[in-house]
């Protein structure tokens, strides 16, 4: 027995020593001692400070940062591409054609967007496990630790006036309440094209050599005028070299790395194969739709981008489970922490035991999760209008009671947030609505039947895209005001409305409900108490030295810029501009490489040697696009916006052996906007000139 | 009862005078009252001889005809495309620009191409029902059949020295034996550019109004000498207008009318939700990496077009089968059916006894068709290489059995036609293989599961994409002199040889042989036994008014040309080339709306008011491409490539409201050849000058 632990400590190691800049690092736990001995940095208090209250949340899922002290927010173009699409109309194309406002009054207010700036964080642990009293159900146990979390943020909001959400970290393992300050007039300041913000289109996504220019300024209002911002980051005037540690700081969505091997089986033999076909099924119904003609394509183009992108991340995921290695990895991690357990007989069985509930747990979501993911979740209603519908429904109900009792979406904190998106003015158009409706109602039936009562209760009698015309034509939820009136009408506007998508809404809602309450009691409920067990026998056995996965929460991950080798080929650190008109010849200039004319035009007023884009090793994940990345003195060199197919697996687990995120190089950044977009009123406030 | 009988009749007479035009007819059991009733048309013997003997079948998936007394065939450019793709290199790209043999010598031989031309027809019903005796097992009546059809194929191979197949129609109500003559020796003559072939896309695909020259010219050579042929059509100095009666005649693969209710819900519910998500999942992965250079569309492009057609086609007879009008007209027929059966208790009995037999199949069907199509019918070996090595795997060890006892793809009558194709020069481009094999070992897991015995076993430790490198790259199947070696070795060899893909081929097909056993016995005995017990009944309560299911062999298809209405706007039946320049122009002329250079410099040249593309209400599917459509006097007006949107439920029901077939206009394709191709022998030729 000794010899076994004594051999898994060495796997251990071996894992761990070999993925030394793993780590989305929690804020108020950033791992100072492995920073000083790895790289000599002393991370202070004022550059933490800083870090956290420089960097932005887009909280339409992406991140950012101030860059200057009026409020002026750097992201990427693909975060900005909302805002760019619902500014946009027949006669305006900012999404394709980019946008620039000389003067602080031409900058353009974006419909319906938030963003969150993290003010502090507590631990609450304590607070809400004690909800969770011994012989409730499951059930009862969701409930209560529901109704505190409410309980906790509504506490908070009502004392500091800020945004309060309470996060679940290691899966249950912890919980720290976070506040933000919130800012929802936020303007439009510069976007460059869309072909040169993503040269390379959906081709070159997830690859790299890469030339994109996706970046995209705003600013942030309060009062009417810019926000005076003490934290923001400066613009370094050198840009990182090959070796040099750099810092990200972002929201990252989701990973996956403290999942059980029984659990990570789960999404490759369920999740992921039905998630594959409803993208695909997707991306095929939206770019046919995109090329019947270019005013279409610009209707769907963001919506395709995401499904395009989405797929391919998906898929390169999917294939990292496929892997044998991958899993392989998983089981001597498992295996290194029960061995590291075998000295407490009591700590072993707690874990087998929280093991094994897990993996039951995911038996009982293969019987229900399509059903659960298309009716709950709303996969198979790919509507605005419809998940507008639903929210006026629900809102109607959960309003009535306490907001420690209501589905969580709706508890009062979190009201405000929700109604800045529901009533946004942004406009919706019909076509796209009817075409997505159509899709998602004709999915529907492939994952349950046809013939399934409650697919032919939604069917109403009609074909999928006879039904989807009915509901998009004769829907009146297009106008904010309508709906503004509905949510203000409560239960007797929304019980009498004969919207034709309300009335779906209240059909659909009873058996969504069901499946909702159903994946809580039976899935994650168990989970949440099996893995808070785990995350408490690891934190026994290794305290906390591995950070929680991702939770679209502020995190610190750091690394080095360096290249990497492929298939034999040296894949220097980073690109030049030089390199961007050389790869749009070596592809005929043809769509997706199709420079815009003003890169054409403007190529000999650049210097060709400028660095474009650039890569390194740190932990980064869907939901850190937008992220500043930063040098030891805090500054700003770049910002990132993608990883490289190799990093797709690293939802599963940590790996710098060629995976990498991506950044644009923040020296290609300001020669672009000097000589090309001649943006000078932005330059010199980046410049702080 | 009465009146639910003649009420019965009533509906039977309303989906029958309503749906005049509806049917695929046999050559030797044609519609000839009904043509004489509703069209004053007289079919004579000889009319009828040299439409038999003038339609060409192309054994790869097409139709086509003679047009000149030198072997000279038309049918259409996606037709060709097989052999345009095959003839291309990284020098000449004939698919994408196009070619013309200016002299006999300049005409290109098409590697493994195989033409038939029907030479007669015998009845073998009895003969083949006689094989099956009362109280045999579902496998020995299965087994017995099969003999039964080799030994006829075969007596009339060696009689007549004409390739012999038995074709099953009714779905079993009757067997006829097909002999034709072969043709192997087949070079290409003309093909347009893509771009105008093609015109529009898979955008425009399935749609009117149309502006496609699909159209592509070939030559049946024997003996190293152009054809001689006494049956062909000739060219039309007219075209059609609307009103006139067409004929169209050609090789409907598949149709699904006559089946039964609860084998359509199957379809719906089980066969068309994994193809749809087979189709998507190929399509997004070879754009992905058409999308990576135009060497690598070019390999692409045959397959890429044949997915994305089929994923549109597929999609629009899967919304046919959801939409509510379907299922229900078919029930209305079964109901008619039944009241006619009603006077005959044993004959109602038998019906009734019959249809359950199907559903019961259907329900056997739902456990193992997933595995049955990735395994056997090999769509989870989407590789042309893989496919090569199970016929070797398999040729290997059934060419030991007499041939009455073999797989019936390797009966002797069959041998040369599969050896034809085994042996071709073809090149196979390694890239594209790489990338299919991988996508589908991918997607073997996403249906059967990434822990599966089976899938486990095929990916021998390795990453799918790993796999499929390994795979592809230590194979030697490349060469044709190398797999024929094999398949002379026979057993012997194929057992000693190490070639990773007939290792994995010889892995593969005991379970492949299981499923394949297992749905002879459980589904398509049982199926067939019954649908010949219906199909007699049918007979019996209705004579032969109803053409059987589409088999791809020869079919005699009639309708009107005229246009239709959609959302209250009139579709005339015919484009012109005016109305080309203005749709290319509507679109900016962007991909796929960009014409080749030949049309634009060329316009001015141009009748622009000549008919380009026109639609009739005749009764085709898929397989029906490349068919001529003649006149009252068999002459060619038009040869067919396409149907409209509308047209795609008619895989399960024949409607003539706005559902069209779409052919090129045979004035168009003369005004083309002689003013922009100025290919004078070939339209000499065709003028019979």
Same mark, same amino acid.
Request: proline fraction near 4%.
């Given at each position: ?21 793993? %780590? ?37 899922? /992406? ?9 002026? *927010?750097?992201?990427?173009?693909? &975060? ?16 394709? #054609? ?53 309980? *906790? ?7 500091? /006036? ?48 890469? =030339? ?19 934290? =923001?980051?400066?613009? $370094? ?55 019947? /003609? ?8 963001? #919506? ?53 509930? &897990? ?10 999760? !399509?059903?659960?993911?298309? *009716? ?5 209603? =790919?509507?605005?209008?419809?998940? &507008? ?15 420690? !009792? ?21 406009? &919706? ?60 009408? %409560? ?6 409305? #004969? ?45 906390? $030295? ?24 040296? @894949? ?31 190529? $000999? ?20 696009? /937008? ?41 290609? @950044? ?6 090309? =977009? ?12």
């Amino acid at each position: 027995m000794c010899r076994r632990f004594v051999l898994a400590l060495g796997y251990l190691l071996l894992v761990h020593s070999s993925h030394a800049d793993e %780590g989305m690092w929690l804020i108020n736990d950033p791992p100072r001692e492995l920073l000083k001995k790895k790289y000599q940095f002393e991370l202070t208090e004022d550059w933490l400070q800083r870090l956290q209250k420089a960097s932005v949340r887009f909280n339409s899922g /992406g991140s950012g940062s101030f860059v200057s002290p009026n409020g002026l *927010i750097l992201t990427n173009h693909h &975060i900005g591409a909302d805002c760019l699409q619902k500014l946009s109309d027949q006669n305006h194309d900012y999404l394709r #054609d980019g946008f620039y406002a000389p003067t602080l009054e031409d900058e353009k207010r974006c419909p319906g967007t938030e963003l969150n700036v993290l003010m502090s964080i507590e631990d609450v642990t304590d607070r809400i496990k004690s909800a969770v009293k011994p012989g409730m159900s499951p059930a009862e146990a969701f409930a209560a630790r529901r109704a505190m979390m409410a309980e *906790i943020e509504n506490e908070s909001l009502k004392k500091t /006036g800020l945004r309060s959400d309470v996060v679940t970290l290691y899966q249950g393992g912890l919980y720290h309440l976070y506040r933000y300050k919130k800012y929802t007039d936020v303007r439009l300041v510069f976007a460059p094209e869309q072909g040169i913000a993503f040269f390379g289109g959906d081709t070159d996504n997830f690859e790299f050599p890469r =030339y994109n220019l996706d970046i995209c300024f705003f600013r942030a209002y309060e009062n009417g005028k810019p926000a005076r911002v003490k934290h =923001y980051f400066k613009w $370094s005037r050198e840009g990182p070299k090959e070796g040099d540690l750099v810092f990200v700081s972002g929201h990252p969505g989701t990973t996956n790395r403290l999942e059980t091997v029984p659990k990570l089986i789960h999404r490759r033999d369920h999740t992921f194969p039905f998630l594959l076909n409803l993208l695909r099924a997707r991306e095929a119904r939206l770019r046919q739709f995109s090329e019947r /003609g270019p005013n279409l394509a610009r209707m769907a183009r963001t #919506d395709l981008h995401r499904t395009a992108n989405a797929r391919k991340a998906y898929t390169g995921m999917y294939h990292g489970l496929l892997d044998p290695a991958t899993l392989k990895r998983k089981r001597v991690e498992e295996k290194a922490l029960v061995s590291k357990l075998q000295a407490h007989s009591k700590s072993l069985k707690n874990f087998k035991n929280a093991y094994q509930r &897990i993996a039951e747990a995911q038996k009982a979501l293969a019987t229900f999760e !399509n059903e659960y993911l298309l *009716i709950e979740r709303g996969y198979g209603f =790919y509507s605005e209008l419809f998940g &507008i519908a639903r929210h006026l429904v629900r809102m109607a109900e959960e309003l009535e009671k306490p907001s420690a !009792n209501r589905l969580r979406e709706y508890r009062d904190s979190n009201l405000e947030s929700l109604k800045l998106r529901l009533f946004s003015p942004a406009p &919706i158009p019909a076509e796209l609505e009817r075409a997505k409706l159509s899709l998602s109602l004709s999915f529907l039936a492939e994952i349950m039947g046809g013939g399934d009562d409650f697919v032919q209760k939604v069917y109403a009698g009609k074909s999928p895209s006879d039904r989807a015309s009915e509901l998009v034509n004769g829907s009146k939820l297009f106008d904010p005001a309508v709906r503004k009136k509905l949510a203000d009408g %409560g239960r007797n506007a929304i019980s009498r409305s #004969d919207d034709p998508m309300i009335v779906l809404a209240r059909q659909v809602d009873p058996v969504a409900r069901r499946l909702r309450s159903k994946f809580e009691s039976e899935v994650d409920e168990v989970e949440r108490q099996a893995f808070a067990q785990i995350a408490e026998l690891r934190f026994e056995a290794m305290g906390k $030295s591995v950070a929680p996965d991702a939770t679209f929460t502020l995190r610190l991950a750091f690394g080095v810029v360096r290249g990497y080798e492929e298939e034999g080929k040296k @894949i220097p650190f980073a690109t030049t501009f030089a390199g961007l008109y050389e790869h749009a010849a070596a592809h005929g200039h043809r769509e997706p490489f199709d420079l815009p004319s003003r890169w054409l035009k403007g190529k $000999s007023r650049l210097d060709l040697s400028t660095p474009f884009n650039f890569v390194s090793t740190a932990d980064t994940i869907g939901g850190n696009s /937008g992220s500043p990345v930063l040098n030891r003195r805090g500054e700003l060199v770049g910002v990132n916006f993608d990883r490289n197919r190799h990093g797709l697996v690293r939802n599963f687990v940590y790996t710098d052996y060629q995976a990498r995120h991506i950044s644009v190089h923040g020296l290609g @950044i300001l020669e672009a906007l000097k000589k090309l =977009y001649k943006t000078d009123r932005l330059v010199e406030e980046l410049m702080g000139e």
